[in-house]
């Protein structure tokens, strides 16, 4: 059983778009890292969600921790070819694991122009 | 410098051959942590040093050995692989090992066992 669960795994839109990636666990976490990583590269940290409800911007990405920090969403407006990747949701269950991230599956987005 | 740097970047190697991947760090963070990754999948964890002693071994096949000879330099020796172990192999580290907080990575070794 996947801890964290992401979806979609796949998404293919045409720039302009709005899209949203999900990443719910059963497990409350203490918080939530969104990695996105480009091919042939290692991933890079976009945000870090501590409190719950907590809304976070960056340029055209939103992010949002669920109330009950089990849940987390990362919405992007107008999309752009160069948002083209490989999304990652991450975080350490409960708090307790001592340096074990836990990744989502990951959802590859493609943004055509 | 908020980076880390892996080498080589590219590996070929065959299944008798022994090699070794090098990362290194120079932000004095003080866990450092090598992830396989297959393609369009996420990294899995393999090792986690912190504060240069092995605390994480994720059930690691013996064909890998990691070194951590000081703070800064983390390595990752390799024996007798299998093709199935191609794939392209991450550093990374972190300023607290006690929390898993913030992740920086390195570009990654890709490698491919013939």
């Known amino acids: 059983t996947q801890l964290l669960e992401q979806s979609p795994q796949f998404l293919s839109i045409q720039e302009g778009e709005n899209l949203t990636v999900y990443c719910n666990s059963s497990s409350v976490f203490s918080s939530l890292q969104w990695y996105r990583q480009e091919p042939g590269e290692g991933p890079v940290l976009l945000v870090t969600v501590v409190t719950g409800g907590e809304v976070k911007k960056l340029k055209r990405l939103t992010f949002q921790f669920g109330d009950a920090r089990k849940d987390s969403s990362l919405h992007i407006t107008a999309a752009q070819p160069g948002d083209t990747g490989l999304y990652l949701c991450?975080?350490?269950?409960?708090?307790?694991?001592?340096?074990?991230?836990?990744f989502g599956q990951g959802t590859i987005l493609t943004v055509h122009p | 410098d908020t980076e880390v740097t892996q080498t080589p970047k590219h590996l070929v190697m065959g299944m008798t051959n022994k090699k070794s991947l090098k990362c290194e760090q120079h932000m004095g963070h003080r866990a450092m942590y090598w992830y396989k990754q297959k393609a369009k999948k996420p990294p899995e964890l393999m090792f986690v040093y912190s504060y240069e002693k092995l605390s994480i071994n994720e059930s690691v096949p013996s064909r890998f050995s990691p070194e951590c000879p000081n703070s800064s330099l983390l390595n990752l020796h390799l024996h007798a692989l299998q093709p199935e172990d191609s794939a392209l192999y991450l550093c990374?580290?972190?300023?607290?090992?006690?929390?898993?907080?913030?992740?920086?990575f390195g570009s990654g070794t890709q490698l491919s066992v013939l």
């Open positions: 990374a580290s972190s300023q607290n090992p006690s929390l898993a907080e913030e992740l920086f």
């Open positions: 991450a975080g350490e269950p409960g708090g307790t694991s001592y340096g074990k991230l836990t």
